[in-house]
């Protein structure tokens, strides 16, 4: 057996854990030796804290040597047993509910010495101990700091602690994978020691070179399986794509505004991927509204000019129209553009499909389902997904593989996760980011209103139409649980409707795609002012004459998703306002989140603070990427271990080290589910 093998081994291998045991570790997520591992201690109970009968204090846990009397068996059904015990100072009882005779008299044999730790109760004038758990006539078993684990019901303190020392007496010394240069960090711990002092009581709160020696163990398998995947997609050689900057000019000509600096240096990364001959297989990263649009159209033109096609998706139908349409005006001339959705009528699909083999369609726009359908393209050179956060490390593989090897990828996402996230789920890609907005962006201005006051918001939104300006409506479910529960969105949209007349919309989860969309576009088209809606408004749509977006019982929604909501206004050049509407009485932390956002515009920092107030785990994105979550890393607090682990993988990558070093780590850890497929 290979040394790691014990550990990974199946839980009820472990003797004393049968199988009903088994399956109840199983439950938690624990199925072998290694996931036990992980399951640490919650905190300490000292017992070290030795007391004569006369000094015990009530409620706390202590530890006395007494000795045993008496003992009272009631034949009454439900009046417990009890022992009575004593020392030169007092006297004490211990009660006993549901406890056998037989089992009393064994661990509490009549006038022996015997060590009871336990919390002390006080009754009819007399110390006791309920149930106590830890008794023995050697005080070294007793007088000790155990440790406490989150146990799951059925499993004891007891059995537990057993089985995780079995587990570390029985730890393999493991070929050392991790190099000197990064061991001089940690004081050159190793795996096994590590582990043994991340159990030790002492240590249960505290940190050192052990924890983030695991800790840095657990980023660095992770980054190495994300470069597993990277190098075997650049290792794909592609024919290089051949283009000048004749298009890049002439689209500059037809925008009303000036590319920004990140928009620039973002365009310039991909269209050296387009030129390399390795696959490019990258993210383009930035905020909403930062303008990721027009970057993405001038890579198409690109490919399309070094004779490619290129496909394009979008998460929503109107989306897809929205890019098609802009694509149509600032490339139409140069490409066959062509839209393809559910909307395409039969006939008119058949020809796309005919066309796209012939190589006579240059640009398909559509929805992602165009991922999942059998299209055949000519000659594929570029596929950009909009808007997508749902796709994990193993749909991305799976995309890159399906455009075939000249095929390259860009993805964009407007969720503005924290660089140490980009490092673990999307480790896989290379990442562009346009950090600073357009310059004619001005801050949406962002206020908070107490909903009794709602009044002095329709008086806003009068104003705000007055300046021919239109507004979002955003009504929050009232139970998450219920999609049908939109009641308070048609309220309020009666409420606005007696006032506005005709010029205000509504749509809610139960409408069509068909009466959304319709809806949608009257909104576009400005034929309606305002648009109540429930929860979502499609992500990325662009409609920049909104310029106000109120979000009632914004308290209801987390940090991350107020931000995209808001993002829906300010896309123009115009002032915009974000107005809050909370109850008299929030919590402590929808306070925070409402005053960060009152305070910030920027959705990297807006992350940041939500993950210090949720976690990283809840984030958008973590759940469906594929990555496991962590167990010990933490993206925040460990932030320095990840720059380590990244600059650990440089050099492993520079030196094209060997890989079968980490085979251990790898196998151990296990960080994602792709793993097999890779290697
Ligand atoms: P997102 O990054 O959220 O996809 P979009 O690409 O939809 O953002 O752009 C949002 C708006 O900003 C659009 O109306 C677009 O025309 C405009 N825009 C894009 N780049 C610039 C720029 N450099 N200066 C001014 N406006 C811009
Ligand atoms: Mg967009």
Same mark, same amino acid.
Request: charged share 25%; hydrophobic share 40%.
């Given at each position: 057996m290979l040394s790691y093998e014990y550990l990974l081994s199946d839980i009820d291998s472990i003797k004393g854990i049968g199988s009903k045991t088994a399956k109840l570790f199983r439950k938690k997520n624990i199925n072998t030796i290694f996931d036990l $591992?992980? =399951? +640490?201690?919650?905190d300490l109970t000292d017992r070290t804290d030795e007391k004569k009968i006369n000094e015990l204090q009530i409620g706390k846990i202590q530890t006395v040597t007494v000795n045993v009397k008496k003992y009272n068996f009631p034949r009454i059904r439900n009046l417990p047993n009890k022992v009575l015990c004593e020392d030169e100072t007092g006297k004490l009882d211990c009660v006993f509910f549901n406890s056998h005779e037989g089992y009393i008299r064994k661990i509490l044999p009549l006038n022996k010495k015997i060590v009871i730790s336990g919390k002390i109760g006080y009754f009819k004038k007399r110390y006791q101990i309920t149930n106590p758990t830890h008794i023995s006539v050697d005080s070294n078993s007793i007088k000790k700091i155990f440790s406490n684990y989150s146990l799951t019901e059925g499993i004891n303190q007891k059995l537990y602690t057993k089985v995780i020392e079995k587990v570390l007496n029985n730890l393999p010394d493991l070929? #050392?994978? +991790? =190099?000197n240069r990064v061991l001089k960090n940690f004081d050159y711990i190793s795996w096994k020691k590590s582990v043994i002092q991340l159990h030790d009581p002492k240590n249960i709160k505290k940190k050192g070179n052990f924890l983030n020696r695991l800790i840095f163990d657990e980023i660095l398998s992770t980054f190495l399986i994300n470069s597993k995947i990277r190098k075997s997609i650049k290792k794909i050689k592609k024919t290089r794509k051949i283009f000048d900057t004749t298009e890049f000019d002439q689209i500059k000509r037809k925008l009303k505004f000036n590319l920004t600096r990140d928009q620039i240096s973002t365009i310039n990364e991909i269209n050296n991927d387009l030129k390399s001959d390795q696959k490019m297989f990258r993210l383009l990263q930035g905020d909403v509204? =930062?303008?990721k649009t027009i970057v993405a159209l001038i890579a198409c033109m690109n490919v399309i000019s070094s004779n490619f096609q290129v496909s394009m998706m979008a998460p929503t139908e109107i989306l897809a129209n929205q890019h098609y349409r802009l694509a149509k005006e600032l490339l139409g001339n140069k490409a066959n553009i062509q839209l393809l959705t559910s909307k395409t009528s039969y006939k008119e699909r058949i020809i796309i499909l005919e066309d796209l083999k012939n190589n006579k369609i240059d640009l398909l726009i559509g929805t992602h389902s165009l991922f999942q359908e059998k299209i055949i393209y000519n000659n594929l050179g570029l596929v950009v997904i909009d808007e997508q956060h749902k796709f994990g490390v193993k749909q991305r593989k799976k995309l890159s593989d399906k455009g075939g090897k000249n095929c390259d990828v860009l993805v964009m996402s407007a969720t503005p996760i924290p660089r140490t996230m980009v490092m673990t789920i999307f480790g896989d890609m290379d990442v562009s980011v346009i950090k600073n907005k357009p310059k004619n962006r001005k801050e949406i201005k962002t206020y908070s209103k107490i909903n009794s006051k709602v009044n002095d918001v329709i008086k806003f939104t009068k104003e705000q139409i007055h300046k021919k300006n239109q507004i979002f409506w955003v009504c929050p479910l009232? #139970?998450?649980? &219920? &999609? /049908?529960?939109h009641q308070s969105s048609i309220k309020r949209y009666e409420s606005l409707k007696k006032i506005f007349g005709n010029r205000v919309g509504l749509i809610h989860g139960q409408l069509d795609d068909d009466e959304r969309n319709f809806i949608l576009l009257d909104f576009l088209n400005k034929k309606i002012d305002i648009l109540v809606s429930t929860t979502?408004? #499609? /992500? *990325? $749509?662009?409609?920049?004459?909104?310029?106000l977006i109120v979000i009632e019982n914004a308290n209801k929604f987390g940090l991350s998703q107020l931000h995209q909501l808001r993002g829906r206004v300010g896309r123009g050049d115009k002032e915009s306002f974000c107005i809050l509407m909370i109850k008299d009485s929030v919590s402590e932390n929808a306070r925070k989140r409402i005053k960060i956002l009152k305070s910030s515009n920027d959705g990297f920092k807006i992350s940041e603070e939500d993950m210090k107030l949720? *976690?990283? *785990?809840? +984030?958008?994105?973590f759940k469906q990427s594929g990555i496991k979550n962590f167990r010990l890393a933490d993206p925040v607090i460990n932030e320095d271990l990840f720059i380590m682990a990244e600059k650990e993988m440089q050099i492993i990558e520079n030196n094209n080290e060997d890989l079968k070093k980490y085979r251990t780590l790898l196998k151990l850890y296990d960080r994602a589910d792709i793993l097999n497929d890779v290697i």
């Open positions: $591992i992980w =399951s +640490l201690p919650r070929n #050392e994978w +991790l =190099s509204g =930062s303008g009232i #139970e998450e649980s &219920k &999609k /049908v529960d979502v408004i #499609e /992500v *990325g $749509i662009d409609f920049p004459n909104a310029n949720r *976690g990283f *785990g809840d +984030l958008l994105g």
